[in-house]
């Protein structure tokens, strides 16, 4: 069991950039995957952003050289650097943990609102 808890969402303007945090409840380190959802409204959540255990990341095709993701297993800490952000990055943000490679897991963050203005 594990609680993740979001910080770091709302609201910039177009071209801006936000740091959003995800801290766990205990340590990261047995979490093969960590990564970042988010869900638009009248959309399906949908992944923005995965790092596995040695550090491999993935991203969408729509923010790769935007963000970044990062994980600090000492902290239990999650982060997404958000760079350049355009008013369809905006949603829910969640973080999520996961126990096996790229799939995501049963233990979800209860989300952190980011909203880009034009």
């Known amino acids: 069991q594990v609680q993740l808890v979001e910080s770091g969402g709302g609201l910039v303007q177009a071209g801006g950039s936000l740091r959003l945090s995800c801290a766990a409840s205990?340590?990261?380190?047995?979490?093969?995957?960590m990564s970042w959802y988010r869900q638009a409204p009248g959309k399906q959540r949908e992944l923005v952003a995965g790092i596995i255990s040695d550090g491999i990341t993935r991203y969408a095709d729509s923010v790769k050289g935007r963000f970044t993701i990062s994980r600090d297993n000492t902290e239990n800490t999650v982060y997404l650097q958000m760079n350049s952000l355009k008013p369809e990055d905006t949603a829910v943000y969640y973080c999520?943990?996961?126990?096996?490679?790229?799939?995501?897991?049963?233990?979800w963050g209860q989300g952190t609102q980011v909203t880009v203005s034009s």
């Open positions: 205990r340590n990261i380190v047995s979490f093969k995957t």
């Open positions: 999520n943990a996961g126990s096996s490679l790229w799939n995501a897991g049963v233990y």
